[in-house]
């Protein structure tokens, strides 16, 4: 955890899995991720997609998913107006952070844990992005291992980092301080400052 009377470098919003697999807020690799930030020295956010726990609406198919993403950014903005934004998610969360990340400005580096690549059948959107990228993936990864992840990241343009837990499948199991400490180093070294 930051010092109490150290400000945060950094504002950060964490998105969660997939609301009909279960996904929410407190599934522990968003906690670890949120984690990582905060030891980090990033003031982290983490929240529930419309229609999950006590959130209003109901699952729109990652279109209304994606304004949930914004309205987190632009409270992380208001709380931190002055502040660099880092976004990302887990699984279903890591696509809806690299598709508004990727479209939009205000954000200046964004982190993909567990990216479900066989849901993700267009991927033109990050072919153009620039953002410092991290990519954290289980070696055994059932929605995309280490073979795709790689063949995907070594074809998108710098900045990118990508880093492959070796024997982790697609919810880190037996694996959260692997994926913690990559999330950690990574925002330790203030990517978005490259933005």
Known sequence: MPVADVPPAAAGVVCHAHPRQGGVMHFKVVFRAARALQQAGVAALRFNFRGVGR????????????????????????????????????????????????????????????????????????????????????????FGGAAPIRELVEHLPEPRTLVVVAGADHFFGAHLDELQQAVSSWAAERPWAAA
């Open 55 to 142: 959130s209003e609406g109901v699952h729109d198919d990652g279109r209304g998913e994606q304004d949930d993403v914004r309205a987190a950014l632009a409270e992380m903005r208001r709380r931190f107006p002055r502040l660099p934004v880092v976004l990302g998610g887990f699984s279903f969360g890591s696509t809806m952070a690299l598709r508004v990340g990727c479209a939009g400005p205000g954000v200046s580096a964004l982190f993909a844990l567990g990216v479900p690549l066989l849901m993700i059948p267009d991927r033109a959107f990050l072919e153009s992005c620039r953002l410092p990228r991290l990519f954290v993936q289980g070696e055994h990864d059932q």
